[in-house]
Nanobody, 120 residues
Framework: QVQLQESGGGSVESGGSLRLSCVAS?????MGWFRQGPGKEREPVAV???????SYDDSVGGRFTISLDNAKNTLHLQMHNLQSDDTAMYYC?????????????????WGKGILVTISS
């Protein structure tokens, strides 16, 4: 069982930046960030394999960066140029297998989520 705890959410103005962090009780081969906006289904944002291979949803490419600090068992999501469509609950997730370059994955473990609100 992997425990995941997100932090770093909050409210920023359009065009602003936030950095989300997720402390894990252990490092999994695949970790990622997912989000669920108001009235929307949960969707993948970005995933990373423990060897550093990353994949991003097209909607965040070039604005968001996912990274993994193996020494601290911590996953990060650096978000720049945030827009109103980025408003969502953001979830950290882990999988007991490699991501393999895919975004739409059945993750095995989930954090409770953290709210990100973008105001215009």
């Amino acid at each position: 069982q992997v425990q995941l705890q997100e932090s770093g959410g909050g409210s920023v103005e359009s065009g602003g930046s936030l950095r989300l962090s997720c402390v894990a009780s252990g490092i999994s081969p695949c970790m990622g960030w997912f989000r669920q906006g108001p009235g929307k289904e949960r969707e993948p944002v970005a995933v990373i394999d423990s060897d550093g291979r990353t994949s991003y949803d097209d909607s965040v490419g070039g604005r968001f960066t996912i990274s993994l600090d193996n020494a601290k068992n911590t996953l990060h999501l650096q978000m720049h140029n945030l827009q109103s469509d980025d408003t969502a609950m953001y979830y950290c997730a882990a999988k007991a297998d490699y991501c393999g370059g895919s975004l739409w994955l059945d993750m095995d473990y989930w954090g409770k989520g953290i709210l990100v609100t973008i105001s215009s």
